[in-house]
C-alpha cells in the first residue's frame, strides 16, 4: 500500500516562505515522477510542480515560476516543494501526488497516489 505524508503547511505572512514535505511508504521513489498541486476553498484541484522519475527535470505552473521549487531526495523517499514570496492568493490545501498507471496527467506525469494534503495559509 502506497501511502504519501504531507507536511510543513502553515500560516505566514505575505512575502513569507515555508518547505513543505512529503514522506512515502511502498512506493519508490527513483521509479515515478511526483508533483504538487493544491485546492482553494471553491476552486478546483490545480497542478502546481512536477518532477520527472530521475529529479533532472522540473515543470511549474505559470503563476509559481520564480517563486516555488520542486525537489526529491531519492535516499529519504521524501518529496520538497519550497514556497517563497507567498501570496494571498497561495492559501489552499496542498497536496503530494506520485506517478502511476491510469493516472490523472499533468506537468508530464500520470499522478495516481494523493497524499491528505497541508494547508497553507498566507495572510496580507
Known amino acids: 500500500t502506497v501511502q504519501l505524508v504531507e507536511s510543513g503547511g502553515g500560516s505566514v505572512q505575505a512575502g513569507g516562505s515555508l518547505r513543505l514535505s512529503c514522506a512515502a511508504s511502498g512506493y519508490t521513489y527513483e521509479r515515478g515522477c511526483m508533483g504538487w498541486f493544491r485546492q482553494a476553498p471553491g476552486k478546483e484541484r490545480e497542478g502546481v510542480a512536477a518532477?520527472?522519475?530521475?529529479?533532472?527535470?522540473?515543470y511549474y505552473a505559470d503563476s509559481v515560476k520564480g517563486r516555488f521549487t520542486i525537489s526529491k531526495d531519492n535516499a529519504k523517499n521524501t518529496l520538497y516543494l519550497q514556497v517563497n514570496s507567498l501570496k494571498p492568493e497561495d492559501t489552499a490545501m496542498y497536496y503530494c501526488?506520485?506517478?502511476?498507471?491510469?493516472?490523472?496527467?499533468?506537468?508530464?506525469?500520470?499522478?495516481?497516489?494523493w497524499g491528505q494534503g497541508t494547508q497553507v495559509t498566507v495572510s496580507s
Open positions: 501526488a506520485a506517478g502511476g498507471p491510469g493516472g490523472i496527467l499533468w506537468g508530464g506525469c500520470a499522478y495516481y497516489y
Open positions: 518532477i520527472s522519475t530521475g529529479g533532472g527535470s522540473t
